[in-house]
């Protein structure tokens, strides 16, 4: 059981000054969900080496058990540290590839050539491609063979329009995900802010928010079980 996690290398908030990045809790838990159940874990991103972070998901109020053991794993964090370039990575190596969130990918991963070749490649395999709370960002761009935007007609969920308006940056980021994935042609459903909530549609598995990590996580080991 192979898994490619891939996590964004872009750390600026849009003009604003300040920081952003994954989301600790994103990676975290599903990373620890993985790893217990023996996957073969590969870590990678645009950019390789250390993904930047976003602050506040590094912060009291944001921490998990996940995340709490994640500080104390120095093996953990090495990985992390030394992602491979995401130019490097070969789809037919992995059984799923897994889009932690945090409001990096909005700007990186949905435009990057080589996610979206991945993601179309093992689609098209039947392999599984899942992201979570902003991450289903790196579905803007994807197509299927027939030309067709890949979420087209299919059930997704992500982050949503009211959620990036109780943090205050609906008019920071470069477009709300909840519209995209609805202008795309997504059947696009959603949960009350904050709660925990799934979309499985074949091969293709999306979250709506941090809580909904453990889902997403626990949605891609059952399929790659079957």
């Known amino acids: 059981m192979k898994i ?16 952003t990045g994954f989301w600790l809790e994103e990676f975290a838990s599903p990373y620890y969900l993985f790893k217990d159940a023996q996957a073969e874990i590969t870590l990678a991103s645009p950019k390789g080496g250390q993904p930047p972070l976003d602050p506040k998901s590094d912060e009291p109020d944001f921490q998990t058990d996940a995340t709490k053991r994640f500080r104390g794993d120095r093996d953990a964090q090495a990985a992390l540290a030394n ?8 789809p037919t190596d992995y059984d799923a590839v897994f889009y932690p969130g945090g409001h990096g990918p909005l700007w990186d991963l949905s435009e990057d050539s080589d996610s979206i070749a991945l993601i179309e490649t093992m689609h098209a395999a039947g392999k599984t491609v899942a992201a979570v709370c ?6 803007k761009n994807a197509r299927n063979p027939d ?4 979420v087209s007609g299919k059930s997704v969920t992500g982050f949503s329009n009211s ?14 995900l909840e519209d995209e994935l609805n202008a795309l042609g997504a059947n696009y459903s959603k949960n009350g802010d904050w709660q925990p909530y799934a979309q499985t549609d074949g091969n293709l598995i999306t979250g709506q928010n941090p809580a909904s990590s ?8 059952e399929q790659i079980r079957r």
């Open 134 to 139: 902003h991450a289903p960002a790196v579905l």
């Open 4 to 19: 490619l996690m891939l996590l964004t290398s872009h750390d600026q908030l849009g003009d604003t000054g300040q920081k």
């Open 147 to 150: 030309g067709t935007p890949l």
């Open 83 to 90: 992602t491979l370039k995401l130019s490097e990575i070969s």
């Open 214 to 221: 453990d889902l997403v996580a626990r949605a891609v080991l």
């Open 163 to 176: 959620e990036e308006a109780a943090v205050q940056l609906t008019e920071i980021v470069p477009f709300l």
